[in-house]
């Protein structure tokens, strides 16, 4: 038995929850929509306040899709109430970032700036030069849009310059030793 598939997920107040068919979950909530479709083997239903999420057999695929799918149904719960966030630092001299209507401009030691878009359900924001906030209410849309920003100048180990993750340890490298 899954032990995170069996955990029911509580519905937050103001948060609205419908299953159609084929296991389409739509999440209501204050920041927004989210829809899924899901795996029809595997049973969503909402009692009490709480969504359940069950499996029909022991076969193993669905073993292996109970826990993904009550964890997937939680995060868009988690998404539509509180949203989600990848906070990014940029680490450099001449390094900074800046936001101007809906466009993020990155300098980042390139020929060029580097610009990104709002949109896709993502948000950015820069509290300062050197942070960069990824926002949105998908868990894998931010993600992949924090990569795909990271991916512009990933950190190096020498210097430890490019853009990190907050909390992301750098992995530093001495560098040549030199002629003494």
């Known amino acids: 038995m899954s032990r995170i598939g069996k955990k029911p997920i509580a519905i937050p107040a103001g948060v609205e929850v419908t299953i159609g068919d084929g296991n389409l979950v739509t999440v209501k909530g204050p920041k927004g929509t989210a829809t899924q479709q899901f795996n ?3 049973i969503i239903r909402v009692e009490g306040g709480n ?3 069950e499996r029909p057999d ?16 939680n995060n868009m ?17 001449g390094y900074r970032a ?7 401009t990155l300098n980042l030691g390139h020929s ?5 878009e709002d949109g896709n359900g993502v948000t950015f924001e820069v509290p300062q030069s050197d942070v960069v906030l990824v926002k949105g209410i998908d868990k894998q849309i931010v993600g992949q849009v924090a990569a795909q920003v990271r991916e512009k100048r990933p950190p190096e180990p020498y210097l430890g310059k490019g853009v990190k ?7 530093r490298k001495a560098g040549k ?4």
């Open 40 to 42: 029809s083997n595997i």
């Open 51 to 53: 969504i359940l999420v």
């Open 58 to 73: 022991e076969t193993p695929e669905s073993n292996a899709l109970h826990g993904l799918t009550r964890t997937l149904v």
């Open 77 to 93: 719960v988690i998404g539509v109430t509180a949203g989600f966030e990848k906070r990014l630092e940029i680490v450099g001299v």
């Open 98 to 104: 800046a936001k101007s209507g809906k466009t993020l």
């Open 112 to 116: 060029h700036p580097v610009i990104f």
């Open 165 to 171: 993750y907050a909390g992301e340890r750098i992995r």
């Open 177 to 180: 030793a030199g002629k003494k």
